[in-house]
């Protein structure tokens, strides 16, 4: 029995080490991960679809056009961070427990999305 405390306490620790360190990463993607399309033709190029993995990696394409841009993604404050590889930040406002996306694509920190500079997307998947 004394073998076994030994190999389980360790264990344990690490176990509770790990949720520590996850906990510490933010807040969870799991409800917003799915596949979104932009409810209307953007810059006359047709639908966005927006990929968002569970693993924090994300796609961003113009369907119509075959073009995709890969981003990173987070959420904080309630909020869907994309980052690019260069370092470019578009903020995304979920609504409807994340069936609805509003991405501000102004390049300003600022609350809402004003509708003129907004592109909204729909969960499909």
């Not at 047709?46 to 993995?53: A, D, M, S, V």
Request: hydrophobic letters at 35%; a neutral charge.
């Amino acid at each position: 029995m004394n073998h076994f405390r030994r190999k389980l306490f360790p264990a344990i620790g690490l176990a509770t080490l790990f949720a520590l360190i996850l906990a510490s990463c933010g807040e969870s993607r799991q409800p917003f991960v799915g596949t979104y399309k932009s409810d209307e033709i953007v810059a006359g190029k047709g639908h966005i679809q927006l990929t968002l993995k569970d693993t924090g990696e994300a796609e961003w394409s113009w369907v119509e056009e075959g073009r995709t841009a890969k981003f990173k993604w987070r959420v904080q404050d309630g909020r869907i961070w994309l980052y690019t590889k260069e370092g470019a930040i578009v903020i995304v406002t979920p609504s409807q427990d994340g069936q609805h996306l509003s991405a501000d694509m102004t390049g300003d920190w600022q609350e809402g999305c004003p509708t003129d500079k907004c592109i909204s997307f729909t969960r499909h998947k």
